[in-house]
């Protein structure tokens, strides 16, 4: 149990060889929830998205890919997960239309009122305080600017709170705690949904 505990530790922050194994099964184990996820962006057409949480890269490029005019930013505070992206998204860099940098999410030194497409898919379990961070999201989207959560867990099913248990910092949020976080960020709109038959959910807040 130690080695499994140290190993899904690497989830939050990913660093040396175990967050290297972590992030080589992130691309593939979180791709369903995140297709599932990205069809609700379809009313939406960005022209500057911020990728918070980039984890191993594969959502920074699968938006570069429905928004062919758009740039895009994407963040981690992991180091290892800034490389781990920009070598999965390096045509993209190398084109222009997307830089990778690490930062705080609860602290971001990005431009303000410049974003009109903020995501974070599996990733607010790790945020340090809800309201806070998403406070730091309204202020660099542009005014009717989106901010876009996808989690696997609704913060009720059992392997969410399974993983809470194993996972140091992590909290599975509801999707009315994290209404109420967005609303008091600032955010005016908020469209919560739930899949069928997993615990998914996909919440879009419009500032």
Excluded at 120 to 128: D, H, L, S
Excluded at 143 to 152: A, K, L, M, P, R
Excluded at 153 to 172: H, P
Aim: with cysteine.
């Amino acid at each position: 149990m130690g080695f499994m505990k140290n190993f899904f530790n690497q989830t939050g922050r990913p660093s040396g060889l175990l967050g290297k194994f972590m992030l080589s099964t992130m691309n593939s184990g979180h791709a369903k929830p995140a297709d599932w996820g990205r069809g609700h962006l379809s009313e939406i057409s960005p022209k500057e998205i911020v990728e918070l949480g980039c984890g191993a890269g594969r959502n920074a490029g699968e938006l570069l890919k429905r928004y062919p005019a758009a740039t895009l930013t994407a963040i981690d505070h992991s180091p290892l997960s800034v490389e781990k992206t920009s070598e999965y998204n390096k045509t993209m860099i190398g084109s222009g239309r997307c830089k990778v940098q690490q930062g705080d999410v609860s602290d971001l030194q990005l431009e303000e009122n410049h974003f009109d497409l903020a995501t974070a898919f599996e990733t607010i379990y790790f945020w340090p305080g809800l309201e806070r961070c998403f406070a730091q999201v309204a202020k660099i989207l542009k005014q009717g600017g989106y901010f876009f959560i996808c989690n696997e867990s609704d913060g009720k099913d059992a392997a969410g709170k399974k993983f809470e248990r194993i996972i140091d910092g992590m909290t599975c949020y509801t999707p009315g705690q994290i209404e109420a976080a967005l609303k008091k960020a600032g955010f005016s709109e908020v469209a919560i949904d739930h899949h069928p038959n997993k615990p998914w959910i996909a919440i879009l807040a419009r500032k």
